[in-house]
């Protein structure tokens, strides 16, 4: 007996439907179902506590609805109210510090010449008119240096202003400044 293609096609029709329902079957049947088949026992669920958010609410509500008033105090810097009496009837203590941060370190001391080095004199080129410093290096008439404005001398001072009395410099490493007084020779 053959089969015509109507019959043909409903056949192939239940046997996709068989195989829809046993795949459903496996994959989304019930979780009670599930654990019972493989061997578990069945429990109750326990319930979750859940906190009751009515008075939660209330009390975000009275918080938006405050007002601030002050009371003379700053809120964002720390330490006591400061009040009027308070300055009239002494000095106020130092403000509140915290000890455990480190602190910035201090600043670098101004700029020196090299050690030994002494500003003894000036004088001008006739031709430039540019004044020349004489700085004088260790004992007496061991090491003489000529020097102008805008020089370098050991390749981090730099000679800013040759003045009648004094001698300005810059160190460039560190930007200080300083200055050197004119020294007289001592008198026989």
């Known amino acids: 007996m053959a089969l015509t293609k109507q019959q043909k096609e ?7 439907g068989v195989a829809a ?8 049947r019930p979780q009670g179902l599930a654990r019972a088949s493989a061997g578990m026992t069945v429990q109750a669920i326990a319930r979750i506590d859940v906190q009751d958010y009515f008075w939660v609410l209330t009390g ?8 601030y008033k002050s009371a003379g ?4 810097v720390m330490g006591p109210i400061q009040t009027a ?4 009837t002494g000095p106020v203590k130092a403000p509140f510090r915290i000890y455990n941060q480190p602190q910035p370190p201090p600043p670098p001391p101004p700029a020196t010449l090299p050690t030994g080095w002494v500003f003894y004199g000036y004088g001008a ?3 430039s008119g540019r004044r020349q410093a004489f700085l004088k ?15 370098l001398v050991q390749n981090h001072i730099r000679i800013l202003h040759i003045g009648n009395e004094r001698i300005d410099f810059e160190d460039i490493n560190t930007g200080q400044k300083g200055s050197q007084n004119l ?5 026989a």
């Open 183 to 187: 020294e007289t020779p001592p008198q």
């Open 85 to 88: 009496t308070a300055t009239a």
């Open 21 to 28: 329902v046993s795949l459903w079957y496996a994959y989304f």
């Open 73 to 76: 105090r700053n809120i964002f």
């Open 10 to 16: 409903l056949v192939a029709l239940g046997v996709l």
């Open 137 to 151: 290096e260790g004992p007496p008439e061991e090491n003489l240096h000529i020097v102008s404005e805008g020089d």
């Open 125 to 127: 080129l006739p031709a």
């Open 60 to 67: 975000l509500e009275k918080a938006q609805n405050t007002e």
